[in-house]
């Protein structure tokens, strides 16, 4: 006899704990990718109490996202002059959380992200709009690393032939 009835209690405890680790281990990777890509997009604050965004709050966030705004310029330009092409998305994707992180303080700090201050109603486009560019400057810095960057490398080394 193949299986004998008298294992069938041990068969059936050992898949239950092979069905068990199967998930623990499914579930683990699950909960470490969605924390890790958490951290990737960056962490921001609390919102700032609705009474506390005025005039010269939001007027300091505007030059904060300004900032932001150049810097996300300064590193991208950074990012596509860099050599060879591979390290540009490594050098965008370890310096882009911490931005990123900044942008969602700012945004804290307004209340951009909940827009429920009218007066703030200019500056959560300019910072939604700015959020938007980081995702195609992100989008970029990776197709060149891959494709755009090596190509050009590729000419480079021709042209020096």
């Known amino acids: 006899m193949k299986n004998p009835p008298e294992y069938r209690p041990f068969r ?5 704990l092979y069905i068990s680790a199967a998930l623990f281990i499914v579930a683990t990777l699950a909960v470490n990718g969605f924390f890790l890509a958490r951290e990737r997009m960056g962490v921001g604050g609390e919102p700032a ?3 506390a965004v005025d005039a ?10 300004q900032v932001l705004h150049a810097e996300l310029n300064a590193q991208m330009n950074q990012t596509l ?16 959380p911490g931005w990123r992180t900044r942008l969602l303080a700012v945004g804290a700090r307004c209340r951009l992200e909940t827009g ?4 703030a109603k200019a500056i959560k486009e300019a910072y939604d709009r700015l959020g938007l560019l980081h995702r195609h400057y992100t ?5 060149f690393s891959k494709e755009i960057g090596p190509h050009s490398e590729k000419l480079f080394k021709a042209m020096e032939s």
């Not at 059936?12 to 239950?16: F, I, M, R, S, T």
């Open 12 to 16: 059936l405890a050992l898949w239950a």
């Open 81 to 96: 002059g860099s050599q060879p092409a591979r390290t540009g998305r490594l050098q965008w994707e370890d310096w882009s």
């Open 56 to 65: 010269a709050a939001l007027t300091a966030c505007m030059g904060e996202l």
């Open 49 to 51: 109490a609705v009474e």
């Open 116 to 119: 429920d201050v009218p007066a």
């Open 139 to 143: 989008t970029l810095a990776v197709q």
